[in-house]
């Protein structure tokens, strides 16, 4: 269930934003934003096996690249043999894949996608722009494609040439190559649902055989986008994370990917294990409602209990050690998060007084309401609950079963912990879970200044402008927004001493292993 | 085991219990019996499965919904899965398809004959070699017993076996891992699977079945023992020993066959249990069996897979129940 709900937090990247940014053109090559890391640098060694482990329930396997994903080990697979247009990147969150080169009108609704040079599928015919277009329309008509591609109608996506592809947007929406990130998968021009677990892709490995949520793929030798090392790369399906760390430890796997904290406590001592840490990985955000009537309405008792948490304690005990502190604004993997604003610190004589200003009622017991989605979640709950108690503030976690947390609370409890897998973006979370007219507005915010700063960092041609309104944005969430982040969660990848050059971007950008090599 | 003491003194078996066609039609009909009391128990589980997924909180509907998505969208998938409907239709629908082997879909879209190919025969392999070990272990512990009823022997076969029943499958597991992959490196810590969706190398089920057999064994091994110490005090095993015959001799062919009822019954009753004990194995070593397919079907509410695991265990599980039922007539004759 978990995996589930996390896999959605990248899918259903709906943002309704209308901005500025007037071309956003991309490098020619391919994936040399999207850095690696692991072990020593050195010369990289051609051939081998990798073998990965990745998590799955046998009962959710998918083999549909517009499918919904609810198993690593499925996603793992399908991004390793499709391509999608852009992917993850480092120095910019969003880097050139499928589509070599992307820029928009200077009304930011239509954007045109250049394909890569030689991009051809693993049979050997060379991709088109039909080809884009028929992939792209069919995940528009998916039952999530209206989240996948917000604003995007499958009528308004067309073929110009040979090599180029037109998508009109209803709205002006200057982070659409950001939406062609995780799903857009390209297959062939009319491939039938009956053929889709054979499909020829276009990615850097073909797939040899694939039963039962196990995979093995092969190299393609005729990848545009660069030298691919390994020879293969084998994937195995893992019920738990317990089990996947158990089986790089006896030496099965070489890769156990995002196998948690717990996890890596136990290989640590290991000298022959690396344990890579990918920050900004997870946000478990404390969403406290400001709407009227809620106890947080007002401003002072949401700050109070930002001063409350103590955050240090937080990661080192919900997260292991393996996070890092957050200071209240969500999207701290973006390029343009603001580092210059101060770090919150615990301040329990300050918070006292502005809850004795806000008359907050110290008398009562407020229920936190969490669930058990992921690793960690219920636990962050509890400890706070305790921390609120030195300040006189009486906290009862109430645990909720999955299925009734997002159905009954979500979006509309006054006190709730949230979590969040997509993590590199803060005009993302802006538009989608704070600006007044959010669709996802965990808080039920509604901050006119907000709202001005958000509108003026998205229709600012000026690169210069748009920075400085992204500060005040920030700025602003970071005084009174309804969120207390306390922390950001590392993604935890397990892999043995020979495995060189692993992914080290957060979320999904663990699956780009095609710049892996054995030692 | 009431079974154990529901046999009671038994004359020397084998007395023609089937020469006689009037009691060979009269076991047939009692067999028949049998047969469609299982039949109606497993129809009465899968109802009960049907009605236990819908008393869980949450729906399959909601379990593999995406954050974010509208109460529309959430009431057409649940009116695409069949859950606007009420429970007795639903079941009815499924059972409906049973006879001509059709499970359904899963909630995923999948059919659930082919969610459960591969898996259902790594299951089989498991679970029947761990019973076929089990059989083998517990009647050579139970009679090695027998045969020193009261001496150290005895004494400690039972407190060990004893001790064994009383370990749950999960700690046995991780004693297993610790000790003899991850420490000494002797065997692989989990299961992997080839290509042709079985374990890759037969190794990698030493571990799982160990750790099935050492719990069933020690209840067995039980059940034996006290099956044959029953035994002991019939007449015709006490004229036995009188008779001056040797020690394995009274044991094996006097004590044992009176005792076949009660170890059948009670060996059929473990392979519930080593069904019961594989959903927990076989997470904890990777196993590619029903058992994980269960784990994920029950968190994803999803019940045509959930009631198609049931029906493929409750089958099997159903015919090895009718095998011991047909070995206690066979030895019991109309009196079972």
Same mark, same amino acid.
């Given at each position: 269930?978990?995996?589930?709900?996390?896999?959605?937090?990248?899918?259903?990247?709906?943002?309704?934003?209308?901005?500025?940014?007037?071309?956003?053109?991309?490098? =020619?090559?391919?994936?040399?934003?999207?850095?690696?890391?692991?072990?020593?640098?050195?010369?990289?060694?051609?051939?081998?096996?990798?073998?990965?482990?990745?998590?799955?329930?046998?009962?959710?396997?998918?083999?549909?690249?517009?499918?919904?994903?609810?198993?690593?080990?499925?996603?793992?697979?399908?991004?390793?043999?499709?391509?999608?247009?852009?992917?993850?990147?480092?120095? /910019?969150?969003?880097?050139?894949?499928?589509?070599?080169?992307?820029?928009? /009108?200077?009304?930011?609704?239509?954007?045109?996608?250049?394909?890569?040079?030689?991009?051809?599928?693993?049979?050997?015919?060379?991709?088109?722009?039909?080809?884009?277009?028929?992939?792209?329309?069919?995940?528009?008509?998916?039952?999530?494609?209206?989240?996948?591609?917000?604003?995007?109608?499958?009528?308004?996506?067309?073929?110009?040439?040979?090599?180029?592809?037109?998508?009109?947007?209803?709205?002006?929406?200057?982070?659409?190559?950001?939406?062609?990130?995780?799903?857009?998968?390209?297959?062939?021009?009319?491939?039938?649902? =009956?053929?889709?677990?054979?499909?020829?892709?276009?990615?850097?490995?073909?797939?040899?055989?694939?039963?039962?949520?196990?995979?093995?793929?092969?190299?393609?030798?005729?990848?545009?986008?660069?030298?691919?090392?390994?020879?293969?790369?084998?994937?195995?399906?893992?019920?738990?994370?317990?089990?996947?760390?158990?089986?790089?430890?006896?030496?099965?796997?070489?890769?156990?990917?995002?196998?948690?904290?717990?996890?890596?406590?136990?290989?640590? /001592?290991?000298?022959?294990?690396?344990?890579?840490?990918?920050?900004?990985?997870?946000?478990?955000?404390?969403?406290?409602?400001?709407?009227?009537?809620?106890?947080?309405?007002?401003?002072?008792?949401?700050?109070?209990?930002?001063?409350?948490?103590?955050?240090?304690?937080?990661?080192?005990?919900?997260?292991?050690?393996?996070?890092?502190?957050?200071?209240?604004?969500?999207?701290?993997?973006?390029?343009?998060?603001?580092?210059?604003?101060?770090?919150?610190?615990?301040?329990?004589?300050?918070?006292?007084?502005?809850?004795?200003?806000?008359?907050?009622?110290?008398?009562?017991?407020?229920?936190?309401?969490?669930?058990?989605?992921? =690793?960690?979640?219920?636990?962050?709950?509890?400890?706070?609950?305790?921390?609120?108690?030195?300040?006189?503030?009486?906290?009862?976690?109430?645990?909720?079963? /999955?299925?009734?947390?997002?159905?009954?609370?979500?979006?509309?409890?006054?006190?709730?912990?949230?979590?969040?897998?997509?993590?590199?973006?803060?005009?993302?979370?802006?538009?989608?879970?704070?600006?007044?007219?959010?669709?996802?507005?965990?808080?039920?915010?509604?901050?006119?200044?907000?709202?001005?700063?958000?509108?003026?960092?998205?229709? =600012?041609?000026?690169?210069?402008?748009?920075?400085?309104?992204?500060?005040?944005?920030?700025?602003?969430?970071?005084?009174?927004?309804?969120?207390?982040?306390?922390?950001?969660?590392?993604?935890?990848?397990?892999?043995?001493?020979?495995?060189?050059?692993?992914?080290?971007?957060?979320?999904?950008?663990?699956?780009?292993?095609?710049?892996?090599?054995?030692? | 085991?009431?079974?154990?003491?529901?046999?009671?003194?038994?004359?020397?078996?084998?007395?023609?219990?089937?020469?006689?066609?009037?009691?060979?039609?009269?076991?047939?009909?009692?067999?028949?019996?049998?047969?469609?009391?299982?039949?109606?128990?497993?129809?009465?589980?899968?109802?009960?499965?049907?009605?236990?997924?819908?008393?869980?909180?949450?729906?399959?509907?909601?379990?593999?919904?995406?954050?974010?998505?509208?109460?529309?969208?959430?009431?057409?998938?649940?009116?695409?899965?069949?859950?606007?409907?009420?429970?007795?239709?639903?079941?009815?629908?499924?059972?409906?398809?049973?006879?001509?082997?059709?499970?359904?879909?899963?909630?995923?879209?999948?059919?659930?004959?082919?969610?459960?190919?591969?898996?259902?025969?790594?299951?089989?392999?498991?679970?029947?070699?761990?019973?076929?070990?089990?059989?083998?272990?517990?009647?050579?512990?139970?009679?090695?017993?027998?045969?020193?009823?009261?001496?150290?022997?005895?004494?400690?076969?039972?407190?060990?076996?004893?001790?064994?029943?009383?370990?749950?499958?999960?700690?046995?597991?991780?004693?297993?891992?610790?000790?003899?992959?991850?420490?000494?490196?002797?065997?692989?810590?989990?299961?992997?699977?080839?290509?042709?969706?079985?374990?890759?190398?037969?190794?990698?089920?030493?571990?799982?079945?160990?750790?099935?057999?050492?719990?069933?064994?020690?209840?067995?091994?039980?059940?034996?023992?006290?099956?044959?110490?029953?035994?002991?005090?019939?007449?015709?095993?006490?004229?036995?020993?009188?008779?001056?015959?040797?020690?394995?001799?009274?044991?094996?062919?006097?004590?044992?066959?009176?005792?076949?009822?009660?170890?059948?019954?009670?060996?059929?009753?473990?392979?519930?249990?080593?069904?019961?004990?594989?959903?927990?194995?076989?997470?904890?070593?990777?196993?590619?069996?029903?058992?994980?397919?269960?784990?994920?079907?029950?968190?994803?509410?999803?019940?045509?897979?959930?009631?198609?695991?049931?029906?493929?265990?409750?089958?099997?599980?159903?015919?090895?129940?009718?095998?011991?039922?047909?070995?206690?007539?066979?030895?019991?004759?109309?009196?079972?």
């Amino acid at each position: 269930m978990g995996v589930t709900r996390r896999q959605l937090l990248w899918a259903g990247t709906g943002i309704g934003a209308a901005g500025i940014l007037a071309a956003c053109s991309g490098g =020619s090559g391919n994936s040399k934003d999207t850095a690696a890391s692991g072990g020593t640098p050195g010369k990289p060694r051609a051939g081998g096996t990798l073998r990965v482990g990745a998590l799955g329930h046998a009962s959710a396997i998918t083999r549909d690249p517009h499918g919904t994903q609810a198993n690593e080990s499925d996603y793992l697979i399908l991004a390793l043999v499709f391509d999608t247009l852009t992917v993850p990147g480092a120095k /910019s969150n969003t880097v050139p894949r499928l589509a070599a080169s992307w820029e928009s /009108s200077a009304d930011l609704k239509t954007w045109k996608f250049k394909i890569a040079k030689g991009a051809v599928f693993h049979d050997g015919t060379p991709v088109t722009a039909e080809d884009v277009v028929w992939s792209l329309k069919r995940l528009r008509n998916t039952p999530s494609g209206a989240a996948r591609l917000p604003g995007i109608q499958a009528k308004n996506i067309r073929a110009q040439g040979a090599d180029t592809v037109v998508v009109v947007s209803d709205y002006a929406n200057a982070e659409f190559p950001l939406m062609t990130r995780f799903a857009s998968f390209v297959m062939k021009k009319d491939t039938k649902d =009956s053929a889709i677990a054979k499909a020829p892709g276009t990615g850097p490995f073909k797939l040899d055989w694939f039963r039962g949520g196990n995979a093995r793929l092969v190299r393609n030798d005729k990848w545009y986008g660069g030298t691919v090392h390994l020879d293969a790369i084998e994937v195995t399906m893992f019920e738990t994370p317990q089990a996947m760390a158990n089986a790089l430890l006896a030496g099965q796997i070489d890769l156990a990917s995002n196998a948690g904290a717990l996890a890596a406590r136990t290989a640590e /001592s290991r000298k022959d294990v690396q344990v890579l840490r990918r920050p900004n990985d997870m946000a478990m955000p404390i969403v406290m409602r400001t709407a009227k009537g809620s106890p947080f309405a007002d401003e002072r008792v949401r700050e109070a209990m930002r001063l409350v948490v103590d955050r240090e304690a937080m990661v080192k005990q919900v997260l292991s050690g393996y996070g890092t502190v957050a200071n209240d604004i969500l999207g701290t993997g973006d390029p343009e998060y603001a580092k210059a604003i101060p770090q919150r610190k615990r301040d329990l004589a300050k918070a006292k007084k502005l809850l004795k200003d806000a008359n907050f009622d110290l008398s009562k017991t407020y229920e936190l309401v969490t669930t058990e989605d992921i =690793s960690g979640l219920a636990d962050s709950a509890t400890l706070f609950a305790n921390q609120a108690r030195e300040a006189g503030i009486k906290i009862k976690v109430v645990k909720q079963e /999955s299925g009734a947390f997002w159905e009954k609370t979500w979006k509309s409890g006054d006190f709730y912990t949230s979590y969040w897998g997509t993590n590199d973006s803060v005009i993302f979370f802006a538009s989608k879970t704070m600006v007044s007219e959010a669709g996802q507005n965990e808080a039920g915010w509604a901050d006119a200044g907000f709202d001005a700063a958000y509108r003026k960092a998205i229709s =600012s041609a000026d690169p210069k402008k748009r920075t400085a309104a992204l500060k005040d944005l920030q700025q602003i969430e970071h005084d009174r927004s309804g969120y207390l982040l306390w922390g950001m969660a590392d993604g935890i990848d397990l892999a043995a001493a020979k495995v060189q050059n692993l992914p080290k971007l957060a979320g999904y950008g663990r699956v780009q292993l095609e710049g892996v090599w054995l030692r | 085991m009431s079974q154990t003491a529901k046999t009671g003194p038994v004359a020397a078996p084998g007395t023609g219990a089937a020469t006689d066609p009037r009691r060979a039609a009269h076991i047939a009909v009692r067999i028949a019996g049998t047969a469609g009391r299982r039949i109606l128990m497993l129809i009465v589980l899968l109802a009960m499965v049907f009605a236990a997924v819908e008393i869980l909180p949450g729906d399959a509907a909601g379990a593999s919904a995406e954050r974010g998505e509208s109460a529309a969208d959430l009431a057409a998938r649940r009116h695409l899965l069949g859950l606007d409907r009420p429970l007795w239709a639903r079941f009815a629908h499924w059972m409906t398809a049973l006879p001509t082997g059709d499970l359904g879909t899963s909630a995923r879209g999948q059919k659930v004959t082919e969610l459960l190919a591969d898996p259902l025969p790594n299951t089989l392999v498991l679970a029947m070699t761990a019973f076929a070990i089990t059989v083998v272990l517990s009647l050579l512990l139970g009679c090695w017993a027998a045969a020193r009823p009261g001496r150290p022997t005895d004494r400690i076969i039972s407190h060990t076996s004893t001790a064994a029943f009383a370990v749950p499958e999960f700690v046995v597991s991780a004693a297993l891992l610790l000790v003899l992959s991850l420490w000494t490196g002797w065997l692989p810590a989990v299961t992997v699977t080839g290509g042709d969706g079985k374990p890759a190398s037969w190794t990698m089920l030493i571990m799982p079945v160990l750790a099935l057999v050492i719990p069933q064994a020690g209840w067995n091994t039980r059940v034996v023992r006290g099956a044959l110490a029953d035994q002991a005090s019939t007449p015709h095993v006490e004229a036995a020993h009188l008779d001056g015959l040797p020690l394995h001799h009274v044991l094996l062919r006097h004590q044992l066959p009176g005792a076949v009822p009660a170890i059948a019954t009670g060996m059929a009753t473990s392979t519930g249990l080593l069904f019961g004990g594989a959903v927990v194995v076989e997470t904890l070593f990777n196993y590619p069996g029903i058992g994980s397919v269960l784990a994920g079907a029950v968190a994803a509410r999803d019940t045509p897979l959930i009631a198609g695991v049931v029906i493929c265990a409750g089958a099997v599980v159903s015919l090895v129940l009718l095998a011991a039922d047909l070995i206690r007539y066979a030895v019991l004759g109309a009196r079972a």
